[in-house]
């Protein structure tokens, strides 16, 4: 009898410090998924949700601040002032959470943008005392950066800022700002002559400061904010004029389009899911309308585009997590945007299509999906906005040069 010794299984090698890190990471995100999944289960109250439409502030304020008691508030804050430090993979899984329940708002214009745009400021001062109250969510704080074009020009043309002593007098007209329902006040750019434009940090009730409002299609607020020779002391400054001094403004910016497209992949993800179970449920002809080759193929069709998006992402937020260089992530970012954009408007409105009927009454629960897509693709920049941009980044640097 021929007996053979049993070979000891190879010792699988240990993982590197970067496996060990990815690893880790990718379980901190998925902490962080089953908890704002958790949350947005247990406090998604779409009934309840359509009685703070056009009503200020726009938003269920407590639910607001129980997100800051759960340290979401925190997550783009460096540890320095007081936050976790992490990164856009962690804010676009609790955004992409969030928006399946239309819960977001207003992370995305304050927590996002303006914290961002905090963060990217060159004042320390001013950062040291306005980041550690928005990372325990003492604070919302709003950008105030387009005119009455809109659009994505940086550059503000009507807004003036006066050198006053030691400070500036500003003086001028914002508006689409976002997350205005509470807002603790305002980063506001605004043109120095001969100097290039700054950024400068308005706090809430400030004299000659005015703020109104107008209401979007889903029915939050987006703001006015009119200045009408307010002073702003030296120590208020977050940036300099200069002629790169918006250049944290814009990777603000970027970051935040991602972010949007984050939420956009969760509200296309809910409105697609409850599409597909109308279309099992609804019978006609003795059928599921399901089961209809025609509305099949359209529904696969609208599958791929929420694929799309989520590839994209994907590869947005590992580029701006990763060393992609700046001008990568410029075109990156827009191209996230526009793909998020475009399905989103897409995948909604086709979605009333399968719907029939029902799909254009106020009552059903789809036309607050629809309504938050419609602003979420406008915001920072619609489809055919960011293409462009798209497009004027990939010229090559002659070509581009000729045409200013």
């Not at 320095?80 to 609790?94: I, Q």
């Not at 006053?164 to 329902?181: A, M, P, S």
């Not at 029939?356 to 419609?374: H, Q």
Request: some cysteine; aromatic content about 6%.
């Amino acid at each position: 009898m021929i007996t053979s010794t049993p070979t000891r299984p190879a010792a699988m090698p240990e993982p590197t410090a970067a496996e060990s890190a990815a690893a880790a990471r990718a379980e901190q995100v998925e902490m962080l998924r089953n908890s704002a999944l958790d949350f947005a289960s247990g406090s998604t109250d779409l009934k309840r949700q359509r009685e703070f439409r056009q009503a200020l502030p726009g938003y269920d304020a407590a639910l607001v601040r129980n997100m800051a008691g759960l340290g979401w508030f925190g997550i783009l804050v460096p540890e320095e002032y007081g936050g976790l430090g992490l990164g856009l993979a962690e804010m676009g899984a609790v955004l992409q959470e969030l928006g399946k329940g239309l819960l977001a708002e207003p992370l995305l214009a304050t927590v996002v943008l303006g914290g961002l745009t905090l963060r990217h400021g060159g004042n320390e001062a001013l950062k040291q005392e306005l980041l550690p109250r928005l990372a325990e969510g003492q604070l919302l704080p709003c950008v105030a950066w387009q005119e009455d074009a809109g659009g994505l020009q940086l550059q503000p043309e009507g807004t003036t800022a006066t050198p006053d002593g030691e400070g500036v007098r500003l003086n001028g007209r914002k508006r689409f700002v976002g997350g205005i329902g509470e807002a603790g006040g305002f980063l506001v750019t605004a043109q120095v002559t001969g100097r290039g434009a700054g950024i400068y940090w308005v706090p809430a009730g400030s004299h000659g400061l005015q703020v109104s409002h107008e209401w979007r299609a889903d029915g939050t607020p987006s703001g006015i904010v009119t200045l009408s020779d307010v002073g702003v002391a030296a120590s208020h400054v977050l940036t300099q004029p200069s002629p790169a001094s918006l250049d944290g403004l814009e990777r603000a910016i970027e970051q935040a389009c991602v972010l949007a497209s984050a939420e956009m992949l969760g509200v296309i993800e809910a409105t697609l899911k409850m599409t597909l179970e109308y279309m099992r449920n609804r019978v006609q002809f003795g059928k599921p309308i399901g089961s209809f080759q025609a509305l099949q193929h359209k529904a696969a069709d609208l599958y791929i585009q929420q694929e799309l998006v989520r590839a994209v992402l994907g590869d947005a937020i590992q580029s701006f997590d990763g060393d992609a260089s700046p001008d990568d992530r410029s075109r990156i970012a827009s191209r996230c945007k526009s793909r998020s954009s475009e399905a989103g408007l897409r995948i909604t409105r086709e979605a009333i299509q399968l719907h029939g009927a029902i799909g254009f009454t106020d009552e059903y629960d789809l036309g607050l999906y629809v309504k938050r897509a419609l602003v979420l693709s406008a915001w920072l920049g619609n489809s055919t906005e960011h293409r462009r941009r798209f497009a004027r980044l990939n010229l090559p640097t002659w070509q581009d040069s000729s045409q200013d």
